[in-house]
Each structure stands twice: as structure tokens, then as C-alpha cells.
């Protein structure tokens, strides 16, 4: 009888634990797009962080035109978000997706930025190529346009 009571006991509470924290909205966004969502809003935070006066000039909510991207409102975004909030281990797993995407376009970026500073390297390298041919460090005194006539420098002197 004891047995039976511990096994009805372990049952009892393996099954309470299983016991959902927040009910599954209506209309729940699937992962992926609530990912790509997610991932556009980083994107958005991030070029808000590093140039925040790049945003103030556009006139409507960067937020909402993602969400109107996806054709999601705000309550379902949000709805969404808690239910996925909910289950630690989704939502941490969705977050590393969402960080390997930007990993990659980092790498993307990175890679572009490095190919144009060596072109721009390339170009100041020729123009000061350029200039350094045209000067001649011989020259380095300029000749007067105009010769100058010593006599009438004299004539001045005794004028005086």
C-alpha cells in the first residue's frame, strides 16, 4: 500500500509540473517568422544605438513598419512574445539563432569595409604618387613671374 501511494505521489507531481505558465494565444506567430521579426527589431535597436539621430528623421515607427512587414499587429507580436518568453529554453534558443544571423552579416560587413578602405588606401597612395611626381624638391623656390630690373632698384635708391 505504501508503494502505491509514492507511485500515485510521483505521478501526482510529475503531472502538475507540466502545467503550462502562460496559455497559447489565439493566433500565435510560428517561430521562424516570430525569428526574422525579432531579427529585423534587433537590426533596428542596433542602428538606433550607433546612430540614433538616423532614425528621429524617418517620420513613422521603424517598429511598426516590421511588424506591418510581416502583417502582424502589435497584440499578436506581444501575445507572442510572452508565450515564447514563457519557455526559456525556445526563446534562448530562438536568441542564438537570431545571434548567429547577425554573426554572419557582421562577418559580411566587415569583410566589405576592409575590401573599400584598401581601395581608398590604393587611391591616396596613387594621388600622393601623382603630387609627389609634380613637385620637384629642386624647385622648391618659385621663380618670380615678373624679372626684376636691378637698375630700376638702383635709380630708387639714389632718388632718394
Given at each position: 500500500m505504501?508503494?502505491?501511494?509514492f507511485i500515485?505521489?510521483?505521478l501526482?507531481l510529475s503531472v ?10 489565439k ?9 526574422d521579426?525579432?531579427?529585423d527589431?534587433s537590426?533596428?535597436?542596433?542602428i ?9 528623421s ?7 513598419f ?9 497584440l499578436q507580436f506581444a501575445q507572442s ?5 514563457a ?5 534562448k ?8 544571423r547577425?554573426a554572419?552579416k557582421q ?13 581608398a ?9 601623382k603630387?609627389k611626381?609634380?613637385v620637384?624638391p ?6 618670380p613671374?615678373?624679372?626684376i630690373n636691378?637698375?630700376?632698384?638702383r635709380?630708387?635708391r639714389?632718388?632718394?
Amino acid at each position: 500500500m505504501k508503494n502505491f501511494v509514492f507511485i500515485i505521489l510521483v505521478l501526482f507531481l510529475s503531472v502538475s509540473c507540466k502545467k503550462e505558465l502562460v496559455k497559447e494565444p489565439k493566433r500565435l506567430i510560428e517561430k521562424e517568422k516570430m525569428i526574422d521579426i525579432m531579427y529585423d527589431l534587433s537590426l533596428l535597436e542596433a542602428i538606433k544605438y550607433q546612430n540614433p539621430l538616423s532614425l528621429d528623421s524617418v517620420n513613422s515607427d521603424p517598429k511598426n513598419f516590421v511588424l506591418k512587414k510581416y502583417k502582424v499587429d502589435s497584440l499578436q507580436f506581444a501575445q507572442s512574445n510572452i508565450y515564447y518568453a514563457a519557455d526559456y529554453n525556445t526563446y534562448k534558443e530562438m536568441y542564438d539563432e537570431i545571434g548567429k544571423r547577425l554573426a554572419v552579416k557582421q562577418r559580411a560587413v566587415d569583410s566589405i569595409v576592409k575590401i573599400e578602405e584598401k581601395k581608398a588606401a590604393k587611391v591616396a597612395k596613387a594621388a600622393a604618387k601623382k603630387n609627389k611626381a609634380k613637385v620637384n624638391p629642386k624647385d622648391s623656390i618659385k621663380k618670380p613671374s615678373k624679372p626684376i630690373n636691378i637698375d630700376s632698384i638702383r635709380r630708387t635708391r639714389q632718388l632718394r
